[in-house]
């Protein structure tokens, strides 16, 4: 979860105004608590469903300062960017695959090793750079015309390098 879920947004969604969420959550011992317990408390407790158990334990850890935007909770950093593909599944895979395989390097960053998998509704594209980080690209059919594209870039080191590499990922893929 990169963007922070806005007040308004968590109130339209659970019927409950951040402010009680967050004195609630303190009442709960949350500050003590890991992100597992957390949320745990939130399914438990309050019977929040479980993804938005995950996004107000985000948004609390964020609150408190445990967890910077673009953080996950062991401290690792990522960024993600999603973009409609006009062009079958396969296709965009193909166009990205063309893409990376033209290189030995993201960014300035060597690729150690990629794969592709595939499974009857995605496509994928996995590649380990030679700075730890990694990088997980899904493609599906939203029609038979246009791809769901997604890109996921996992341990990184900062949330300054997140955005250099947020960046750097949507000039790349701006051409398509």
Do not use: C
Not at 13 to 39: D, M, N, Q, Y
Not at 49 to 78: H, M
Not at 101 to 109: L, M, P, Y
């Amino acid at each position: 979860m990169s963007e922070l879920i806005s007040d308004k947004t968590i109130e339209k969604a659970t019927g409950i105004a951040w402010p009680v969420w967050l004195e609630r959550l303190e009442k709960a011992g949350a500050r003590e608590l890991s992100h597992k317990e957390i949320a745990a408390v939130l399914v438990s407790q309050f019977e929040v469903g479980g993804w938005w158990a995950q996004s107000l334990t985000v948004r609390y850890e964020r609150d408190i300062g445990r967890r910077q935007v673009n953080q996950n909770n062991r401290g690792e950093f990522s960024t993600s960017l999603t973009k409609t593909i006009p062009m079958s599944m396969d296709d965009a895979f193909y166009w990205w695959l063309s893409v990376a395989q033209a290189r030995s390097e993201f960014n300035g960053v060597g690729i150690v090793s990629s794969s592709t998998t595939e499974t009857e509704k995605w496509r994928y594209y996995r590649a380990a750079l030679l700075d730890g980080s990694r990088v997980v690209i899904g493609v599906y059919a939203k029609t038979p015309t246009k791809a769901g594209f997604g890109l996921q870039h996992e341990k990184l080191v900062s949330a300054d390098h997140a955005d250099t590499w947020r960046s750097y990922w949507k000039n790349l893929l701006a051409d398509q």
